[in-house]
């Protein structure tokens, strides 16, 4: 398993920008094809973007296409969400979450096994 802790949320302002980092320790992080998730109060957990382990392959959520982009350096092992352009229906806690790469894409929250312990994304007026 790998571990997983993200940083870089906090408050913003509609149209703002934010940039989210999930940082992995563990096994080979280009093995895992890595996932951010967000759950806003009282809704269920979501797929938001998906990055392949080499990082040539992403997947977005409709709601997020164009404004969010979703980045990763192996090198550093961590991940990235560059987030743009925000609404106020982006508020959430926002996690990202590991899967092996050799098991494919996949938008399922079932489908990943490691997980972080999210951090706080509000959008304000």
């Known amino acids: 398993q790998v571990q997983l802790v993200e940083s870089g949320g906090g408050l913003v302002q509609a149209g703002g920008s934010l940039r989210l980092s999930c940082a992995a320790s563990g096994r080979t992080f280009s093995s895992y094809r890595m996932g951010w998730f967000r759950q806003a109060p009282g809704k269920e957990r979501e797929f938001v973007a998906a990055i392949s382990g080499a990082g040539g392959i992403t997947d977005y959520a409709d709601s997020v296409k164009g404004r969010f982009t979703i980045s990763r350096d192996n090198a550093k092992n961590t991940m990235y969400l560059q987030m743009n352009s925000l609404k106020l229906e982006d508020t959430a806690a926002y996690y990202c979450?590991?899967?092996?790469?050799?098991?494919?894409?996949?938008?399922?929250?079932?489908?990943?096994?490691?997980w972080g312990q999210g951090t706080q994304v509000t959008v304000s007026s």
């Open positions: 979450a590991a899967r092996y790469n050799t098991l494919g894409p996949s938008r399922a929250l079932a489908d990943f096994g490691s």
